[in-house]
């Protein structure tokens, strides 16, 4: 599969879990057929009850409801709160579940990370926002800083069939001499244009990142990207600091007070050869960055799932959605730069690391790595993922009828 840019879309930015969570559950109260939803986490917290609430009344009422649930990102929820929505004909499935030794998670690499909502064949959401209460904004100074897309028109159509063609029984055949694709070119620009891309372990490697790299050699005047994990292959890095030798205002926002301290480590080892080449460095410093925008210009931008570090880049699942408007554009840039002017620390000459043998040395391996760390990554696991289903619960009254048909040779 294949999608193209579609026109005629409705396409509304949501940021946070404020404005993401009373969307999608409004949509799912709505659905008249069919929900498709896949997370990489679901916990059972208070957005993640309500979640559960929301899907069980739509089960009850008949609407069919896939699940599929990352095995990694969500392992702790319980057996009462799955068999719920099992026993109201939720079809629940984990990707690639792996059995804990010595209490640890072994199951690291090659995650289900999209994050998608499709509502019968009207309205979809993409981005990266999780069912966490983590992702509110009164959860304190840990909540988390993230956008998703709400979007209707004929681009649902093309992110419905993605999701039919990957559920269990229904792969497309995939041919080795198709493996590669081109970014998908927008021959006819416009408004309110959409297209879907992903990442897979097949066909689709290396998709997303190479619409990031056509955007910078397009980009005429400015570029920003805020991504919450950035430690991306050579080819990014190289793409952004020549797009700001040419004189293209290129921000990149990262974190400056991540959930985890090697976030912040990671990317400060590039700072000395973005800042060098022109790149406007800005830390987030209000609370944890979990956000995987960009924009180009004033047409050009996307929300999704895929963080720009290796295991985005080369293994996990992701989905971003691409978006050819300038109202949407306008929309995510008057964001973006509200968290530059009252939420970010420049990055300046005194913040990046000193020019010795010591940071040489650390610099020529880090980029050594960059440069080749997509083939490196094909070391890791690489066994086929598993999709699991869960099983409803046998229920009580079933077995009685089945002793009572049995008692009576089966003349009921």
């Known amino acids: 599969m294949r999608c193209s840019w579609q026109e005629g879309n409705r396409i509304t930015l949501l940021e946070n879990g404020d404005n993401y969570y009373p969307a999608v559950f409004k949509a799912i109260d709505r659905a008249q057929q069919k929900v498709i939803l896949e997370t ?26 896939e699940v599929l649930l990352d095995g990694y990102g969500s392992p702790d929820l319980s057996d009462e709160f799955v068999n719920e929505l099992t026993s109201a004909g939720v079809i629940f499935r984990y990707y690639d579940p792996g059995s804990r030794l010595f209490g640890m998670r072994t199951n690291l690499f090659r ?109 005429k005047r400015e570029v920003i990207i805020a991504n919450a994990y950035f430690f991306p292959g050579y080819r990014l890095l190289h793409a952004m600091r020549n797009a700001a030798r040419r004189g293209v205002r290129v921000k990149l926002i990262v974190q400056g007070e991540p959930d985890m301290p090697i976030v912040k480590v990671g990317a400060r080892l590039l700072y000395n050869y973005l800042v060098k080449g022109g790149v406007q460095i800005y830390e987030y410093r209000r609370r944890p960055l979990h956000g995987k925008v960009a924009l180009m210009d004033d047409h050009w931008a996307t929300v999704g799932s895929s963080n720009l570090d290796p295991l985005s880049l080369s293994l996990n699942l992701e989905a971003n959605l691409i978006v050819h408007d300038r109202q949407f554009n306008q929309t995510l840039r008057d964001n973006l730069q509200g968290l530059i002017v009252n939420d970010c620390v420049q990055v300046d000459e005194s913040m990046v690391p000193k020019r010795t043998w010591w940071n040489l040395g650390i610099s020529v391996v880090v980029f050594h790595f960059l440069r080749h760390f997509p083939a490196m990554v094909g070391w890791l696991p690489a066994h086929t993922p598993k999709l699991a289903l869960v099983n409803p619960p046998v229920q009580p009254e079933m077995e009685t009828q089945d002793r009572v048909e049995v008692e009576d040779g089966g003349k009921t």
């Open 40 to 65: 990489f986490i679901w916990f059972e917290d208070e957005v993640g009850k309500q979640l559960h609430s929301v899907l069980l009344r739509a089960a009850l009422r008949g609407i069919k409801i």
């Open 111 to 219: 995650r289900m990370h999209r994050k998608i909502v499709v509502v019968d064949e009207t309205v979809a959401f993409v981005g990266g926002i999780n069912y966490s209460a983590e992702h509110m904004s009164d959860y304190g100074p840990e909540a988390k800083q993230d956008y998703a897309i709400r979007i209707e028109g004929p681009v649902v159509q093309d992110i419905l069939l993605f999701e039919l063609e990957n559920l269990p029984g229904k792969e497309a055949v995939r041919r080795w001499w198709k493996r590669h694709h081109r970014p998908e070119e927008n021959r006819k620009p416009g408004e309110a244009q959409a297209l879907f891309v992903w990442r897979d372990n097949g066909e689709h490697r290396n998709d997303i990142e190479r619409h990031y790299l056509k955007m910078l050699a397009n980009a």
